[in-house]
């Protein structure tokens, strides 16, 4: 099985990501929307699916995909450190920005 880091290393399973982020979509939705073939673009679904980052509804003949964002949470785990390394950076150029500010 494929870690969650795995799934979304793929390009296109990110933009499959991007566009579930909004609302559900049907396959032909994302086909349109990415561009890809079908078989593409359900083969990537399941491999998702599979890692837990989508569910399916199925209504009559249509299946439509949605995000599961809590498949995420590893993924935020992990870049926690990381935001806190900007976010002192970042306070740090405020903090040097406003010197000089004050500096005619």
């Known amino acids: 099985m494929l870690t969650i ?20 979509r049907s396959v032909g939705e ?3 929307s990415l561009g890809l073939s079908q078989p593409n673009v359900s083969k990537h679904l399941r491999v998702m699916r599979d890692a837990g980052l989508m569910s399916v509804t199925i ?17 935020d785990r992990w ?15 405020e903090r040097h920005l406003d010197t000089r500010k004050e500096t005619p």
């Open 30 to 32: 994302l086909v349109s």
């Open 79 to 93: 870049l926690n450190p990381y935001r806190e390394l900007w976010k002192s950076r970042l306070d740090d150029l």
């Open 59 to 75: 209504d009559a003949q249509w299946r439509r995909y949605a995000l599961r964002p809590e498949a995420l949470r590893e993924v």
């Open 5 to 24: 880091f795995h799934v979304i290393a793929e390009p296109s399973r990110r933009g499959m990501l991007d566009l579930l982020r909004g609302e559900a």
